[in-house]
């Protein structure tokens, strides 16, 4: 599908330019045919005029003309004198080797055509003519120039369109890689999602059908004695529903268009409340939870959504947390809200911290499954925190622990 969409690019591309520079070469070919014929006439005008001066001694000759009755072009020309019986009585040749039955033959077919100008095919000239007084003349320009510089014209045009669409091909193919490299890294994201999903899904499932086949397997027997595997059953169901729970709000922030969280909240209430509820977790894992939290510091956004996210940074603290070790929660106001979260221990791998954020990421799968932890949590506090137009990093390296840094606008 991917490469569908590419070669689509590639082929809009290509039409738009190719349109674009077709275009552009077509107006500039008909500009130049349109001067070739321009010449040409000019020099049937001058042929004309220079005609009649020699028959007329006291007419003027035009610019660009000698005085001597040479005329200065390049494109052969040549002119005849016609009576009224049409009998050619004066010939003149201006850069053109004709004798005279070429002469007579071509005054002959241009009485034929029946107009004032026009364009003998089978000599490839074209002629205009003017009757003075008793004389007709009738021009003839040879179009063999013409015809040359045109064909010239034509197929330089070619060339260059030519050219061009094979510029336009490999540069259309690399900028429909570069566009499509977001929807790819997208599909891959959402394959491994819906994949990582359904193996978190797959889990509570596996355990719940097998302990509904346990309890189906001795129907005689009581809730009480079967107590066990009911629990079973409800926390894996509790745990279910809370995936679920993740998964809609994370699809909730993709979709387009939601509302950005309203009013404004008391981050130091907050952070304190967190703090509170996980000291207990704290003391059952034998470790020192601290924090310092200035007072007073709000925020634009949703109370709810912001205890969640401080409950999530504190809960994966106290997790990943060595024995003994101590977690650290700091608020600070200045410019912005600054909420730290900060836990002793080993450090998190530097190739693994710039995808923590990543769904269902684990920089370490099998310690995060005996945690009980499903890989959403990081990215749900990614997504609040973007939602709450802010920026969350993480820094963690040997001897310093890990620090996850929140950045809110103040309130």
Known sequence: MLNKLRWKFVAILMTLLGLALGAALAVQTVSSLRQYREETDRVLTAALDRTQSTLDPLHRPVEGFAQDGELYTTIPAFCAVLDREGRVVLALSFNAWVDEEDVTRAAAEALAAGTDSGQLREQNLRFRMERRGLWLEIAFADLS??????????????????????????????????????????????QQFVADASHELKTPLTVLLADADIL???????????????????DEGLRMKGLVEDLLFLARGDAAGQARPQGRADLSQLCGECVMSFEPVAFEAGLTLDSELAPGVTVHGGGEELRRLCAILLDNACKYCEPGGAVTV??????????????????????????????????????????????????????????????????????????????????
């Open 330 to 411: 700091t608020l600070a106001a200045g410019d912005k809200a600054v909420l730290t979260v900060h836990n002793t221990g080993e450090p998190i791998p530097a190739q693994a911290q710039p995808h923590l954020f990543e769904r269902f990421y684990r920089a370490d799968a099998a310690r995060t499954r005996e945690k009980g932890g499903s890989g959403l949590g990081l990215a749900i506090a990614a997504a609040i925190v973007e939602r709450h137009r802010g920026k969350i990093t993480v820094h963690s390296a040997e001897g310093e622990g890990t620090a996850f840094t929140v950045t809110l606008p103040l309130g």
């Open 145 to 190: 120039w013409e015809q040359s510089a045109g064909g010239r014209q034509v197929l330089t045009a070619l060339l260059v369109l030519g050219a061009a669409l094979a510029g336009f091909f490999v540069v259309s193919a690399a900028l429909a890689r570069w566009l499509v490299r977001p929807v790819e890294e997208s599909w891959r994201q959402q």
């Open 216 to 234: 189906l397997s001795h129907p005689g027997d009581t809730v009480g004695s079967r107590r066990r595997w009911v629990e079973h059953i409800r």
